[in-house]
């Protein structure tokens, strides 16, 4: 694997478990430092123990970062480990599907606090602690449920839409600082936090329906926003990649 993030410094929110365990490993195996985020101390001190037994550089970064003042918290911890913060993967979330009569106030402030405002704070903590003159990329995670929508979903689709306004906006503001931002569309993958909706005949529906004949995996996530985060994406700005194995625009 190429080195080509050799001593950049990240931070990948959520990074305990999922797509953003699977960033953190491929953001490693191309060089760079990671700040692993999660809530719960052994989640995060597990991911940062596997990143390490991968031959990659991790650290800790325990943090609710569904708050201002959490992901400036973690923001900050990341920026001094090394005294650089480079790239920052905004991952984490909390999901539930619910029908447009079931919809609750908690369940709607906390898609929002975490999917949707940690997003805009997390933008903006780090624009506070990229270098001027090395700029830096974001990368935010959306979802093809932004772009497509399906019943029980409404909030969900929401907030990932409003992800990619939020992205072509910042994008729009921080491109003469040279800070990128980008979004990736995952469709559906296995996950720890997609295990307790998975349905066998939805995913065989879904499989047939996609043209490369199977569901993605974390890794192919991972490596649709390592590309973002690295110089390979260095004209890519305000994008956002679909990684869906194609079912999203094709109907076969
Ligand atoms: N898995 C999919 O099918 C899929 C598809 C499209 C988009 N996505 C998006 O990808 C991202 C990751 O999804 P996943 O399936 O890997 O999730 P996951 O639930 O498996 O992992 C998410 C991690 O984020 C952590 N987290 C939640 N709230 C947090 C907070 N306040 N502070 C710090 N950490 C917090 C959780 O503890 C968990 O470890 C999400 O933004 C999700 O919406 C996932």
Request: aromatic fraction near 4%; glycine fraction near 10%; charged fraction near 20%.
């Amino acid at each position: 694997m190429q080195q080509d993030l050799l001593g950049r410094v990240a931070l990948v929110t959520g990074a305990g478990a999922g797509i953003g365990r699977a960033t953190a490993h491929s953001l490693a195996a191309r060089g760079a430092i990671i700040g692993i985020n999660d809530l719960k101390q052994e989640l995060v001190d597990a991911a940062v123990a596997q990143v390490i037994a991968a031959g990659g550089k991790a650290f800790p970064v325990v943090q609710n970062v569904a708050t201002r003042d959490g992901i400036y918290d973690a923001v900050r911890q990341t920026a001094g480990y090394a005294e650089r913060f480079d790239i920052l993967v905004n991952n984490a979330a909390w999901v539930r599907y619910q029908s447009v009569p079931d919809i609750q106030p908690e369940t709607l402030d906390r898609m929002l606090d975490i999917g949707f405002k940690a997003v805009i704070w997390g933008i903006q903590a780090a624009a506070e602690v990229m270098s001027a003159e090395r700029g830096g990329a974001i990368v935010n995670v959306a979802s093809t449920a932004a772009l497509k929508s399906a019943p029980n979903s409404m909030v969900y689709s929401g907030v990932k839409a409003g992800i990619l306004g939020i992205t072509r906006a910042a994008a729009a503001e921080l491109g003469g600082r040279n800070i990128r931002v980008n979004a990736v569309c995952p469709s559906a993958v296995p996950t720890e936090g997609t295990q307790r909706n998975r349905n066998v005949e939805r995913d065989a529906r879904r499989v047939a329906s996609t043209p490369m004949g199977r569901l993605g995996t974390v890794d192919d996530i991972a490596s649709g926003i390592a590309f973002l985060a690295s110089d390979d994406a260095r004209f890519i700005t305000a994008q956002a990649l679909v990684v869906d194995g194609g079912i999203t625009f094709t109907t076969l």
